[in-house]
């Protein structure tokens, strides 16, 4: 830091906030820290009485805060996120150029957190978001930052962005309820409605809806019809407990699907059933609760279907911690603790 004449400050970055008062009229900084001064700002700086300014002394080792902060942004985000327009007291904003789901390298992102003078805030990981959301902040903490501590960043966390933000593609679904009391009429079908109502928040087209009893072979064959017909995803629904007549996972098993998990760490939802036809059609079997709770694990794992993003074994695992829901009155899914 060096005290100049103001009239030679064209160019420099100021190191403080430098308050202007007019009486009746303001009281407020009028050039914030790390301004950079420009020509026509030296007749107002001088009318404040700023004959001198304390600058920046830009001995080449250092970056200036904004500089650092471009530096942290390249660090972070790939083709389908957009960025604040500029950057500002060492601040960039992230913002999803998309609807899709939002993946963090929470481990790296951590890495570089923990190095100081520098940090990443993001929304959590695996999180469904729309065009526009906010996705994270960046922000160098000094004025001015070492060279050697932003390439200990970079080197830190490699070349691939720490944050990533996954499109969702158009799937073209088939629904399969099960259950004999369905298919003869003695009960109305609530799985088709709702499950219905979660597909239309993503770029769904649906190929139809079988009825095919619990019968396992009748069940395995509607799988294999949907398939035929170039279903994207196929959702079966009920006959998913333990009981002796709920078929449903016997009858994907022996469609050849991969089974991924037979039970899920989340409550509503512990019945839940992930797998993969051979052709890496994803195939999920739904727990009665998708009928009446207004979010359970089907609204976890579809983001990462939609996203054609593969669900894993470990995936689910991680789900157990704010795996359960409390149903509030006031749901604000995704927006709470439920799945994160």
């Not at 481990?107 to 695996?126: F, P």
């Not at 902040?137 to 932003?150: A, C, D, Q, W, Y």
């Not at 499109?167 to 609530?190: F, L, M, N, R, S």
């Not at 509607?222 to 333990?242: W, Y």
């Amino acid at each position: 830091m060096k005290l100049i004449p103001t009239t030679e400050a064209v160019g420099h970055v100021l190191c403080h906030d430098l308050t202007q008062i007019i009486p009746g009229v303001i009281k407020d900084a009028r050039f914030r820290k790390g301004h950079i001064v420009q020509k026509e700002d030296i007749p107002v700086l001088l009318s404040m009485g700023k004959e001198h300014l304390y600058v920046w002394e830009n001995d080449g080792s250092k970056y200036h805060e904004d500089e650092a902060a471009e530096i942290l942004y390249s660090l972070c985000a790939n083709e389908h996120i957009t960025r604040s327009k500029e950057t500002k007291e060492g601040k960039v904003e992230l913002f999803a150029g998309c609807d899709g789901l939002f993946r963090v390298d929470v481990e790296r992102v951590c890495r570089l957190n923990s190095l100081g003078e520098m940090m990443i805030a993001t929304r959590q990981n695996n999180f469904p978001v729309h065009a526009g959301d906010k996705l994270a902040g960046t922000r160098v903490i000094p004025l001015v930052i070492e060279k050697t501590k932003m390439e200990t960043a970079k080197e830190a966390v490699g070349s691939e962005p720490l944050l990533k933000l996954i499109p969702y593609v158009h799937k073209k679904v088939g629904i399969i309820t099960t259950g004999e009391e369905v298919k003869k009429g003695i009960i109305q079908d609530a799985f088709g409605p709702a499950v219905r109502k979660k597909l239309a928040e993503f770029d769904t087209e649906i190929l139809g809806q079988i009825f095919p009893g619990d019968n396992k072979e009748a069940i395995c064959q509607a799988i294999q019809d949907f398939l035929a017909q170039g279903a994207d995803f196929i959702v079966c629904t009920g006959g998913m407990s333990v009981d002796p007549d709920d078929n449903t996972p016997g009858a994907i098993r022996m469609s050849g699907a991969h089974i991924v998990s037979y039970g899920a760490p989340v409550l509503p939802g512990a019945m839940f059933l992930m797998a993969y036809a051979e052709s890496g059609v994803p195939i999920v079997g739904l727990p009665g609760c998708v009928m009446y709770a207004k979010r359970t694990i089907f609204d976890l794992v579809l983001p990462y279907i939609m996203a054609d993003e593969p669900v894993k074994p470990e995936d689910l695992s991680r789900l157990g911690v704010g795996g359960l829901c409390l149903g509030c009155d006031v749901c604000v899914f995704p927006n709470c603790g439920f799945g994160r």
